[in-house]
C-alpha cells in the first residue's frame, strides 16, 4: 500500500521551495556591486514632534471697508488707501485690492458705472481691457481698467491729465464681472 500526501502537504511543499529558489536568487543578486556608507552618518533634520512650534501660516487680510462707504452691493474706491472693495448685498467685502490712481481723482460720493469697453488703448498708450467708466472731472472721464499684459502704469506725469485707475489684471477680471452697468461706485477719502 503506498502512503498519499494529503493536497494541503504538496502546496506547503511547493511554497517552501519558492521561497528558497527565491533566497538563492537574492543572495546571488547581492554578490553584485555593493553602495558604500558614507564616511559620517547622516543628521536628522526633523523631528516628529506631535504640537508644531510654528502657527499655520494665514492668508494677510485686507483693511475692513471704510465708514461711511454706503450699503448694500457696491464698489469702494479709497482715494487714500489707493484700494477698491468689491462689497455684496450682505455688506460684506467679497474682494479687495490696492489699485494705481491716474492724476485726475474724482471727488468723494457716489457715483454708478456708465459704460463698459472690452479693450482701448489707454492715454498712456497702454492697451487696457475692462474699462468701466463711473465718473468725469474738469473734462476728465474717470474709469478703472487694466493693462492687457498684465504691467502696473508708469508714474504719471504730474501735468498729465489722467483719470484711469489701474488695477492688476486678476483684479480687473473680478471688477469686470462685478461692476455691471448700473453698479454703484462709493468713492471715500
Known amino acids: 500500500m503506498s502512503a498519499r500526501l494529503p493536497s494541503w502537504a504538496w502546496v506547503t511543499g511547493l511554497t517552501t521551495g519558492a521561497i528558497a529558489v527565491v533566497a ?5 543578486a547581492d554578490q553584485g556591486t555593493k ?8 543628521k ?12 499655520p501660516s ?8 471704510p465708514a461711511d ?40 460720493g457716489s457715483y454708478t458705472i456708465g459704460t463698459r469697453t472690452e479693450a482701448t488703448t489707454g492715454s498712456d498708450g497702454v492697451p487696457v481691457e ?19 499684459d498684465g504691467s502696473s502704469p508708469p508714474p504719471a506725469d504730474p501735468g498729465a491729465q489722467t483719470g484711469g485707475i489701474r488695477v492688476a489684471k486678476q483684479d480687473g477680471k473680478a471688477l469686470w464681472t462685478f461692476g455691471t452697468a448700473g453698479t454703484t461706485v462709493h468713492v471715500v477719502e
Open 24 to 28: 538563492v536568487l537574492g543572495v546571488q
Open 35 to 42: 553602495p558604500v556608507a558614507a564616511a559620517t552618518p547622516p
Open 44 to 55: 536628522a533634520t526633523a523631528t516628529a514632534n506631535p504640537k508644531p512650534s510654528a502657527a
Open 58 to 65: 494665514k492668508k494677510p487680510t485686507a483693511p475692513a471697508v
Open 69 to 108: 462707504s454706503g450699503t448694500g452691493r457696491r464698489i469702494v474706491y479709497s482715494l487714500g488707501q489707493k484700494r477698491v472693495w468689491l462689497v455684496d448685498a450682505s455688506d460684506v467685502a467679497r474682494s479687495s485690492f490696492p489699485v494705481w490712481p491716474g492724476t485726475v481723482a474724482p471727488d468723494p
Open 130 to 148: 475692462h474699462i468701466m467708466y463711473f465718473a468725469q472731472k474738469s473734462g476728465v472721464f474717470v474709469a478703472f481698467s487694466n493693462a492687457v
